[in-house]
């Protein structure tokens, strides 16, 4: 690697960042632009008897209040889910419109969209709209939702079943869960969340003179985005639809759908021939978009009388909220599947897996989107086996974990490589487990509850499978690099340049990186799944060196050398020796001038069809303290040791495992979206209610990146976006649980708040 890209600290769009010269789409503004407001239901599931608008549309500078009825007469077509799910029960998807439509089934659902001249305008004119409802009874549990006699939200659902799902060998399940020396079993809960990125949700359309549409979203998915309101909305050709994103404050998975306000605001600018902004709030956020995880399951592991793993039966409820939203079903059909049972060998795996629809927010893709989900089932049953049966948590991980390469997983998965046994031994001596019992003896002794967690994770890092990159020589000399993935915040325009830089040897500061713009990128798959390195800079590098193929006879010619002889060195062709040489950056002016390249010369595209799994390991360890008195858990110390293969940029790397551990901490400690169980009222619909870990709740991360490259891109890299939100939940429970084994505490669900470890240690001191 060349010295301009190890002396590199920070990333090259930082200076844009910190300077506040930040391109956000709430910034922005257009000639002539107008207002959008949503008016949203205060019900969770209501018939919309009748919607008045007249004194609404009378206000001073309203434009427009458009409701169903409009949407529905000029032939808008509804909401796509992009998942289809292969199982014993087809999947009902609901029809989801931008404004509903007869009923609303959750809080916050859009009813009407006022246009004005004015953001002040709007929202007076959107408390002027008089909607009259009748209320109807909710559901808001998805396990109470499936059982009889609950109240039904779609006739198309009978049961509020969306699907059921199987996946593996249930005989051979249930014949070795029979067969065991120990069986342990546990309900698991794994709490609805809020991605809450930093940026809310926003969007501009605008009618442009030729008749298409553009529309710039706060978004990590721009060619799906435009795919879904193009051909299932708007029904027109997508390219009659532009789709670009600019800078992004955050993601997780979010901001990769298309959702009823962009459809609101491309109707209104098509309807009024000029542009419409809106702009959410973060509780609309909190209230309407779309939220994580929200799974229930019984799980039971099977041991023989040594330890060995024998089965794992899975039994799945999955909250999908009122819709089945764009990827909302696939969390817990295609991606749980692929890492259930983590990186441990267990011979026989089933999973059943039902989807409900309740009167909540739909539940859609949320960092991981599964595979938290999965690794927190056999991480809880691990220590759960220990503490039941008598074994040491540590010792089960060792004599089960997977350590011969490729393994195939009983659900079918193949894991090409993966350091799962080192990383158990160095994240173990890294956090002095050794010695935890004189720490734990020294916290006693002056009032302290101590424990520690030990949790390992396997991801299944893709998303998209197929993504498409290009290098263009661009006529001011640059080198562009352009890109079907998205970045939200991740660094994208450091670490693509950095690949480019060291493929070819020349500086960064030679490259322009295009990204989110359907005008500018043909195709692509956005961000998700932790794919943009092994999917966006891996078919980047395949174009790359496709171009040099192309390059290097071209070059020879001009130096009239042997083919044989040319190679690339510092960013010049040469054959070698004091013989002549050619820049890279002059090759294609000086061929069209020779006449060896046609149009179009070194300009070089791949498209990259259905791409191997990455599969991302590693070992984490927790220690925390917890106040008996009050319940309050303090993480002392976190050790993660994590294979992401061949790291490119570790300073970016670790910024992406500290940003998912602190999520997924987060998750275990605090953060839940609350509905009442009775009305469907959403109780954390602001961050008085919302919990939000803060610097004074994490401890400085100790990461240490120790990986076997994969072959499965050209880069040898892993994804390691995720990583940090799978481990950490069960790591932690697991220390709190430990902690809190000596009063009796054997269980508890997320998130651990200081109130329910409270609830849960004077249960045990009363019973």
Request: net charge negative.
């Amino acid at each position: 690697m060349n010295a301009n890209i190890l002396s590199l600290k920070g990333r090259l769009e930082d200076r844009r960042f910190l300077t506040g010269h930040g391109r956000y789409t709430a910034d922005h503004s257009r000639p002539g632009e107008l207002v959008g407001v949503v008016v949203r239901s205060p019900h969770a599931h209501a018939v919309i008897s009748s919607i008045d608008t007249t004194a609404a549309l009378a206000m001073p500078g309203v434009v427009a209040v458009w409701t169903a009825s409009d949407l529905a007469a000029d032939g808008l077509g509804t909401l796509p889910c992009n998942v289809s799910v292969n199982g014993v029960t087809p999947l009902v998807v609901p029809p989801h419109r931008a404004l509903a439509q007869d009923r609303v089934r959750h809080v916050g659902e859009p009813v009407a969209f006022v246009v004005a001249e004015s953001r002040a305008a709007a929202e007076d004119a959107a408390e002027a709209v008089a909607v009259d409802f009748e209320a109807l009874p909710a559901i808001v549990s998805p396990i109470a939702a499936l059982e009889a006699g609950a109240p039904a939200l779609w006739d198309e659902a009978p049961g509020n079943l969306a699907f059921t799902f199987e996946a593996g060998d249930r005989a051979a399940t249930d014949a070795a869960i029979a067969g065991a020396a120990h069986v342990v079993a546990l309900p698991l809960h794994n709490n609805r969340v809020s991605a809450l990125p930093m940026e809310p949700r926003a969007a501009i359309a605008t009618l442009e003179a030729d008749g298409t549409l553009l529309l710039e979203v706060s978004g990590q998915g721009v060619h799906g985005i435009r795919r879904a309101l193009a051909r299932s909305v708007l029904h027109i050709e997508e390219a009659a639809l532009a789709v670009f994103a600019e800078d992004v404050g955050g993601g997780f998975g979010l901001k990769n759908f298309a959702f009823p306000e962009h459809v609101l605001v491309l109707y209104s600018a098509r309807r009024l021939a000029r542009p419409v902004k809106w702009i959410s709030s973060l509780s609309e956020d909190l209230m309407a978009a779309v939220h994580g995880r929200a799974m229930d399951c019984l799980a039971r592991l099977a041991l023989d009388e040594t330890g060995r793993f024998l089965a794992l039966q899975v039994d799945i409820v999955s909250d999908l909220g009122a819709y089945a939203s764009s990827f909302g079903p696939g969390a817990a059909t295609g991606a749980v599947p692929s890492a259930l049972g983590g990186v441990y060998d267990i011979p026989a795996m089933f999973l059943r897996s039902r989807g409900a629809f309740t009167n909540t927010a739909p539940v859609d893709a949320y960092r991981g989107a599964g595979k938290p989900e999965a690794n927190y089932i056999i991480e809880r049953l691990i220590d759960a086996a220990a503490r039941r049966f008598g074994f040491d948590p540590v010792a089960l991980r060792r004599r089960n974990v997977v350590d011969a390469f490729p393994y195939r997983k009983a659900l079918g998965a193949v894991v090409d490589t993966g350091r799962f046994k080192e990383n158990i031994e160095t994240a173990l001596d890294l956090a002095d487990h050794a010695g935890f019992a004189t720490r734990k003896a020294e916290a006693a002794a002056a009032g302290r509850l101590r424990g520690i967690g030990v949790a390992c994770f396997l991801e299944t890092a893709r998303g998209a499978p197929d993504e498409e990159a290009a290098i263009r020589f661009a006529a001011d000399g640059m080198i562009e690099l352009v890109t079907g993935t998205e970045s939200n915040g991740q660094g994208h325009e450091t670490a693509f340049p950095m690949v480019a830089a060291e493929r070819l040897g020349l500086p960064l500061d030679s490259f322009r990186y295009i990204q989110a713009d359907t005008r500018k990128t043909r195709v692509g798959g956005g961000h998700g799944g932790a794919r943009s390195m092994h999917m966006g800079a891996g078919t980047l590098a395949m174009a790359i060196d496709e171009m040099l193929e192309k390059a290097a006879p071209v070059a020879a010619q001009l130096l009239q050398a042997d083919p044989d002889d040319v190679v690339l060195r510092d960013g010049r062709f040469t054959a070698g020796g004091d013989a002549p040489s050619i820049a890279l950056l002059d090759l294609p002016a000086a061929a069209r001038e020779a006449g060896l390249l046609a149009a179009g010369g070194l300009d070089t595209t791949v498209f990259r069809q259905n791409a191997p799994i990455t599969f991302p390991g590693g070992c984490h360890v927790a220690e925390v303290e917890v106040d008996a008195e009050t319940g309050v858990v303090t993480i002392v110390r976190y050790v993660a040791v994590d294979d992401y293969g061949r790291v490119v940029n570790p300073q970016l790397t670790e910024g992406q495992v500290h940003g998912g551990l602190a999520q997924g901490i987060g998750q275990a400690l605090g953060e839940a979206i609350v509905y009442e169980a009775e009305s469907g009222q959403l109780l954390s619909g602001s961050l008085m209610d919302y919990f939000v870990p803060r610097a004074e709740d994490l401890p400085s991360f100790e990461v240490t990146l120790d990986g076997s490259p994969t072959s499965a891109n050209p880069l040898g890299v892993k994804g390691a976006g995720q990583a940090g939100c799978i481990s950490a939940p069960p790591t932690i429970i697991n220390a709190v649980l430990d902690a809190l084994a000596p009063l009796g505490v054997t269980d508890i669900e997320m998130p651990a708040t200081p109130e329910r470890v409270w609830q849960a240690i004077r249960a045990a001191r009363a019973g």
